[in-house]
């Protein structure tokens, strides 16, 4: 069974940092792309950053400088280092594990979110 893990949210105050780890489990950790997406309140879901096998990362404009992606193929962990957060950063944070592939065909799995609150 696949399952994605996700701990480390919590209250912040405007300015403070957090970090994400997200533990995969059922999948080979290595064919995936491990991502962190993001949902607000009354807002589509949104990728805040991803990183493949390879260490090739990609982040949302919003986040870049604050934020950094890494995982740990040892461990099947994917981490989010939260820097200089914002209240714009309030969301529920889910890991994401997933095979791209042609015509929507591949593989797709979502852990079940951790909490982020910012205050201001």
């Known amino acids: 069974q696949v399952q994605l893990v996700e701990s480390g949210g919590g209250l912040v105050q405007t300015g403070g940092s957090l970090r994400l780890s997200c533990a995969a489990s059922?999948?080979?950790?290595?064919?995936?792309?491990m991502g962190w997406y993001r949902q607000a309140p009354g807002k589509q879901r949104e990728l805040v950053a991803s990183?493949?096998?390879?260490?090739?990362?990609q982040y949302r404009d919003s986040v870049k400088g604050r934020f950094t992606i890494s995982r740990d193929s040892a461990k099947q962990t994917v981490a989010l280092q939260m820097d200089s957060l914002k209240p714009e950063d309030t969301a529920v944070y889910y890991c994401?594990?997933?095979?791209?592939?042609?015509?929507?065909?591949?593989?797709?799995?979502w852990g079940q979110g951790t909490q982020v609150t910012v205050s201001s």
């Open positions: 994401n594990a997933r095979i791209p592939g042609p015509f929507e065909y591949g593989y797709n799995y």
């Open positions: 059922g999948i080979f950790f290595s064919d995936y792309i």
């Open positions: 990183i493949a096998s390879g260490g090739s990362t």
